[in-house]
Every structure is written in structure tokens, then in C-alpha cells.
């Protein structure tokens, strides 16, 4: 009886270490049917933006939201009001829970229309439930503060909500390849940003794949963000020293334009 015990426990213990060498590898396979191309950006001193291309995977008869998110960010904003003839900042209105990034397509656009998915957890729609205004706020104003905010984000590039469907790369009896590309404005922040690709069946999300992608800091940005957080007074320094050969170089080369005439 004790053999016996002993033969299933190791047999168990041979099963157990065969599964666990062959996960690894089943849960890369699928982890490869979502993926993005490039998966790291790096932000350089000439950085202008870049492009991400987004693939999936989704079953015959679905639908897609693709989205590309950042973390949310505390911003603070400015309100203008006029003070006698004069317009001037009255007011400071915090917004909490706003992405910092948030682009998003989609196979039909109509998934993507706030009057007819307002539940929906994707879109604008979404956003504008996770978003809050506090400060100098007025009653019932948050509606239009939200398109307002809406309007900088897209200005800026942060935002986007397009209207160009997902394309379709490929199909195979079984599934539909799915495709789309995102520009990565440069005013992106260096840190981590998820994707996140939605499986829509009979107008009810069925199911949700993840991918990350890495937005980092290299070159002379990099060292300018570690001496700001890491050696303060080195970096005021280094500020003003810039500043200073800044202010003369500019001073010689408009007093050279000056000389000329």
C-alpha cells in the first residue's frame, strides 16, 4: 500500500512538473493572438510621435472596441471669468479619473456612439461616468465641462475617437484577424499604457483581451527627468546654467542680425 501511494505520488509529481513546464508556453500562444507592434516607445530629445499597429483575434459574427488607455491622472485647470473689462483666472477645477491617454476604434462605429450605448464600457460614454469635476464647479455644469475637457484632450492628440472601423487582415473558419494603428502623439508621458480589445456578441461583450505597451524616457529627457527627481539642486543648477548660455547665445545671434542691417 505504501509503494502504491508512493508510485501515484510521484506520478503526480511527474504530471505537476510537465504542466508546469508546458504552461508557460500555452499562455504565451494565446497572449500572442493580441498583440501590439512595437510594444516600447522611447521618447528621445527629437521625439515627434510614432505609430503602434494593434492585431486580434475575434470569433466569425462579432464585433470589436479596441482601446489604447493610460493611467488616470489628477489635472488641474484654470476658469476664466471676467472681472470688471477684464477676463482673468477666477477659479481652480480639479479633474480626477480622466486617463491620461485614451484612443479607441472599433468594427462598426455605431458602437461607439454615446446615444446609442450609453451603458457601454468603452468610449466616451464610459469616460464621462469615471471622470469628476470638484472646485469651481457650478450645479449641472458638469455635462459641458466634460466636452470641454473632451475638446483639450483631442486638440492635444490625447484623445481620439475614431470614427474609421477595425480592418479585417485575415479569416479562417473559426476566427477574424483584426487591425488597426494608433498614433502616439508626443505629448505622451513616459510610463505603462494598456490596450484592451472587447469581443461584442448580439450587442453584449462576450469577452476582454489585454496587451501593455512601455512609453519610455531615453537620452537627454532621461537625465533631465532623474536629476529633477533624484539630485533637485543639481537640476536647478543645470537650469540655470542653461538658461544663462540660452539668453546669451539668443542675445548674439539677434545682435549679429542687428549688426548686419
Not at 500500500?1 to 501515484?8: A, D
Not at 490596450?195 to 450587442?203: E, H, K
Request: charged share 15%; glycine share 10%; aromatic share 8%.
Amino acid at each position: 500500500m505504501l509503494r502504491i501511494s508512493q508510485v501515484h505520488k510521484n506520478l503526480v509529481g511527474g504530471v505537476a512538473l510537465l504542466l508546469a513546464l508546458i504552461w508557460p508556453g500555452l499562455a504565451g500562444a494565446a497572449a500572442s493572438d493580441f498583440q501590439v507592434i512595437p510594444n516600447e516607445v522611447e521618447i528621445g530629445a527629437f521625439f515627434q510621435g510614432t505609430q503602434v499597429t494593434v492585431q486580434g483575434e475575434i470569433p466569425p459574427g462579432s464585433q470589436a472596441v479596441l482601446e489604447v488607455m493610460g493611467q488616470p491622472l489628477e489635472e488641474k485647470l484654470m476658469r476664466k471669468g471676467r472681472r470688471g473689462i477684464l477676463w482673468m483666472n477666477v477659479g481652480e477645477i480639479q479633474i480626477k479619473g480622466a486617463p491620461c491617454l485614451y484612443l479607441v476604434r472599433s468594427t462598426n462605429p455605431e458602437l461607439l456612439s454615446p446615444s446609442q450605448n450609453r451603458q457601454a464600457p468603452w468610449g466616451y460614454q464610459a469616460l464621462e461616468q469615471q471622470v469628476t469635476f470638484s472646485g469651481q464647479v457650478r450645479q449641472g455644469e458638469e455635462r459641458a465641462l466634460f466636452h470641454q475637457f473632451l475638446q483639450l484632450k483631442e486638440s492635444e492628440g490625447l484623445y481620439r475617437n475614431s470614427l474609421r472601423p477595425l480592418k479585417v487582415v485575415s479569416s479562417a473558419p473559426d476566427h477574424l484577424t483584426v487591425q488597426a494603428s494608433f498614433n502616439i502623439p508626443a505629448r505622451v508621458t513616459p510610463g505603462s499604457y494598456r490596450l484592451r480589445l472587447s469581443v461584442i456578441q448580439n450587442g453584449q461583450m462576450v469577452s476582454q483581451e489585454f496587451a501593455d505597451l512601455k512609453v519610455l524616457q531615453i537620452g537627454f529627457p532621461a537625465l533631465l527627468s532623474s536629476l529633477a527627481y533624484q539630485h533637485g539642486a543639481l537640476y536647478g543648477i543645470l537650469a540655470v546654467v542653461i538658461a544663462i548660455v540660452t539668453g546669451f547665445l539668443m542675445g548674439f545671434l539677434f545682435k549679429g542680425k542687428g549688426g548686419a542691417h
